[in-house]
């Protein structure tokens, strides 16, 4: 439990770093004049959108563990860490391919209205859910709802109250830096992530 409460804090916590889910936002912004209030309110209903599709895959993906807990108990604990490994050693595989949701300010500038931008930037994010963090959810079917809730709370504060930090910061100035080490290195720093907790969890539970 304790394993895998760390990682989504963590990868909560990174996921609001990627610069992909928050640099755009403050570009547009500036682009389309839009105000402070009016850019934090567009950052709000990006993010909870983006946490809506991530939080129902990782339901689903719970109770999918639930039922593979429940038949196989004997190998969970044992297919905890080694899922989370295997999981990890793939996200660093593959964490130079990292895609998330991007904003093109040359497509979002030939929208004619305002609704029609953050309604379609809005559907982008939905269909973009965060799969970072939804191996955790699989893994937490080992346990009851309540932790489920928790791991739902804490993805959920971190990831909006992170985006929404992050463009308030950006918004007064620091949109210009280069933040193309940190957006490159998502991939990998998660999956050191999962293979640490995947190697935390043999250990403790």
């Known amino acids: 439990m304790i394993s895998i409460f760390t990682g989504t804090l963590l990868i ?4 609001a770093l990627i610069p992909s889910h928050w640099l755009p936002i403050t570009a547009l912004s500036h682009s389309l004049k839009w105000t402070k209030r009016e850019t934090l309110l567009v950052t709000l209903y990006l993010g909870i959108s983006h946490v809506a599709s991530t939080l ?3 339901t689903i993906l ?16 044992v297919a905890v860490p080694i899922g989370l490994i295997i999981i990890g050693v793939i996200f660093i595989y593959r964490h130079h ?19 029609q931008i953050v309604s ?3 559907l982008l994010m939905f ?6 963090v939804e191996a955790y959810f699989l893994l937490a079917g080992q346990y009851t709802i309540w932790f489920l809730l928790l791991l739902v709370a804490t993805y959920t504060i971190l990831t909006i109250g992170g985006m929404l930090l992050w463009v308030s910061i950006a918004l007064k100035g620091l949109k210009h ?9 998502a991939g990998l720093i998660t999956g050191v992530i999962l293979i640490l907790t995947g190697i935390f969890s043999f250990f403790v539970h």
């Open 177 to 185: 830096a280069n933040w193309h080490r940190i957006e490159h290195n």
């Open 97 to 115: 391919t990292h895609h998330h949701f991007h904003i093109d300010e040359k497509e979002a500038r030939n929208k004619r209205t305002k609704f």
């Open 127 to 132: 269909l973009s859910p965060c799969l970072e």
């Open 120 to 122: 379609s930037f809005m």
């Open 12 to 15: 909560s916590i990174l996921h």
């Open 56 to 58: 129902l895959l990782g």
């Open 62 to 77: 719970y109770f999918l563990g639930k039922q593979i807990e429940q038949n196989y108990s004997q190998y969970f604990e």
